[in-house]
């Protein structure tokens, strides 16, 4: 699957941002996703997961109840709806995408993601 992530930009904190991740095949609802971050210096981290059937999703503890990652099969797209935000937000977000056999499996590391978007800036000033 081939991912292009978007919505990234300049905000306050505090503000709200909304990603979207868009996947190019029609096996899209055959896989798992999630949203990592890298910050300037820091290595990639995960922050939101969701399974293949869209009932299970995991939270990384630094953002649970602020983000919100959700799926549209019919539309082939996954988003991250940050609220809140910080400044210890700031990175680049990037997209994943696996074929997942178990439809209710959530994955939070990134050996378990094959397929990539190219990232999308998010800038939090304080």
């Known amino acids: 699957v081939q991912l292009q992530a978007s919505g990234g930009g300049l905000v306050q904190a505090g503000d709200s941002l909304r990603l979207t991740c868009a996947g190019s095949?029609?096996?899209?609802?055959?896989?798992?996703m999630a949203w990592f971050r890298q910050a300037p210096g820091k290595e990639r981290e995960f922050v939101a997961a969701i399974s293949r059937n869209g009932y299970n999703t995991h939270y990384a503890d630094s953002v649970k109840d602020r983000f919100t990652i959700s799926r549209n099969n019919a539309e082939n797209t996954f988003t991250l709806q940050m609220n809140n935000l910080k400044s210890e937000d700031t990175a680049v977000y990037y997209c994943?995408?696996?074929?997942?056999?178990?439809?209710?499996?959530?994955?939070?590391?990134?050996?378990?993601?094959?397929?990539w978007g190219q990232g999308t800036l998010v800038t939090v000033s304080s």
């Open positions: 095949r029609r096996t899209f609802n055959m896989h798992r």
């Open positions: 994943a995408s696996n074929y997942a056999r178990r439809p209710e499996v959530v994955q939070i590391t990134p050996d378990e993601y094959h397929d």
